[in-house]
């Protein structure tokens, strides 16, 4: 008994290091780009897609472990006082759970995963750019927060996830049903990385004083919190303009932009607790759940309506 008890800690901890709630941003992508291009080329093929859901969940869990390593070596998440389900790092090595070591070591062996399925699938496509895609997969993960680069400490966070967790990964899974690059995937590409985009800006509301403290520049370490919200507020709205214009401009995006719209009254919710005190008050953490929801309900909505125009 005693035995079971101790693999299931163990199995726990394993589980939390890379924060699997916060695993579905590799996934949506995926998911999205899959289905248009089935809606497009009017056929499926599931082992390339299956192989490159793995390997973003793959790069996402070790983006996830590394940057715990270094947010540690930094002393951002050891100043952190207003540590959350959604910000703060999983808070395992300031726990004393798992060593640092052991954390930056499991970042990399997650990152390797998700490098070595990129290569089944360059192997399997010929492709050079799912080739491409892989590298920065890769070099993106690790250098999120690792010095010398250290994308979110630059103020570049939110560009960095749209492209790294929208543009990039809608298109790359549309090329492994297409086999071809073109515009197509622009709007449902733009639409899935702004969300998560707001998912990451939601969620440094929280860490703002240890940011601050240790000079991550995030966009509201930068602007301050007003500007921040209203970041976030105008970017929400953005994505159901721009869904309206590609449900005029192209016939297949009708269903996944009107399954979208669905999603709207979950955006209501959530600019309205997108304010200054809100955001600012320890504790209140609901702006940034009903993003992390709308960003999973959006995936899900266009992901159906591809389906469904390809039917």
Same mark, same amino acid.
């Given at each position: 008994m005693r035995l079971s008890s101790i693999k299931l800690s163990r199995m726990l901890i394993l589980l939390g290091m890379p924060r699997l709630h916060f695993l579905l941003p590799g996934a949506a992508p995926v998911f999205v780009g899959s289905a248009l291009g089935y809606a497009i080329a009017g056929s499926f093929h599931p082992i390339p897609a299956i192989l490159a859901l793995f390997a973003m969940v793959a790069f996402n869990a070790g983006a996830n472990m590394v940057n715990d390593y270094f947010d540690h070596l930094s002393g951002n998440d050891w100043l952190n006082k207003n540590f959350s389900p959604f910000s703060g790092g999983s808070g395992y090595i300031q726990k004393g759970i798992v060593s640092s070591r052991a954390m930056l070591l499991a970042g990399i062996i997650?990152?390797?995963?998700?490098?070595?399925?990129?290569?089944?699938?360059?192997f399997l496509t010929k492709s050079v750019f799912i080739?491409?895609?892989?590298?920065?997969?890769?070099?993106?993960? =690790? +250098?999120? !927060?690792? *010095?010398?680069?250290?994308?979110?400490?630059?103020c570049v966070g939110e560009p960095y996830i749209f492209t790294m967790f929208g543009l990039l990964p809608v298109y790359g899974a549309y090329y492994l049903q297409t086999n071809t690059i073109d515009f197509i995937p622009f709007f449902p590409a733009v639409i899935i990385g702004i969300l998560i985009a707001m998912v990451a800006e939601i969620n440094s509301f929280p860490d703002l004083q240890a940011d601050a403290a240790v000079n991550k520049r995030t966009l509201v370490v930068r602007y301050g919190v007003p500007a921040g919200v209203w970041v976030y507020r105008i970017s929400i709205l953005a994505t159901y303009v721009l869904a309206l214009i590609a449900m005029f401009i192209y016939?297949?995006?009708?269903?996944?932009?009107?399954? =979208? +719209?669905? !999603?709207? *009254?979950i955006a209501v919710v959530a600019i309205k607790f997108a304010n200054e005190k809100e955001l600012t008050t320890p504790g209140l953490y609901r702006a940034n759940k009903i993003t992390i929801v709308l960003h999973s309900a959006a995936a899900l909505m266009l992901t159906l309506g591809f389906v469904l125009a390809a039917l």
């Amino acid at each position: 008994m005693r035995l079971s008890s101790i693999k299931l800690s163990r199995m726990l901890i394993l589980l939390g290091m890379p924060r699997l709630h916060f695993l579905l941003p590799g996934a949506a992508p995926v998911f999205v780009g899959s289905a248009l291009g089935y809606a497009i080329a009017g056929s499926f093929h599931p082992i390339p897609a299956i192989l490159a859901l793995f390997a973003m969940v793959a790069f996402n869990a070790g983006a996830n472990m590394v940057n715990d390593y270094f947010d540690h070596l930094s002393g951002n998440d050891w100043l952190n006082k207003n540590f959350s389900p959604f910000s703060g790092g999983s808070g395992y090595i300031q726990k004393g759970i798992v060593s640092s070591r052991a954390m930056l070591l499991a970042g990399i062996i997650s990152l390797s995963i998700g490098a070595a399925l990129g290569l089944v699938i360059v192997f399997l496509t010929k492709s050079v750019f799912i080739l491409i895609l892989g590298i920065i997969g890769v070099i993106g993960g =690790f +250098f999120w !927060t690792a *010095p010398p680069v250290r994308w979110c400490y630059r103020c570049v966070g939110e560009p960095y996830i749209f492209t790294m967790f929208g543009l990039l990964p809608v298109y790359g899974a549309y090329y492994l049903q297409t086999n071809t690059i073109d515009f197509i995937p622009f709007f449902p590409a733009v639409i899935i990385g702004i969300l998560i985009a707001m998912v990451a800006e939601i969620n440094s509301f929280p860490d703002l004083q240890a940011d601050a403290a240790v000079n991550k520049r995030t966009l509201v370490v930068r602007y301050g919190v007003p500007a921040g919200v209203w970041v976030y507020r105008i970017s929400i709205l953005a994505t159901y303009v721009l869904a309206l214009i590609a449900m005029f401009i192209y016939r297949w995006m009708f269903w996944p932009s009107l399954f =979208f +719209f669905f !999603t709207l *009254p979950i955006a209501v919710v959530a600019i309205k607790f997108a304010n200054e005190k809100e955001l600012t008050t320890p504790g209140l953490y609901r702006a940034n759940k009903i993003t992390i929801v709308l960003h999973s309900a959006a995936a899900l909505m266009l992901t159906l309506g591809f389906v469904l125009a390809a039917l």
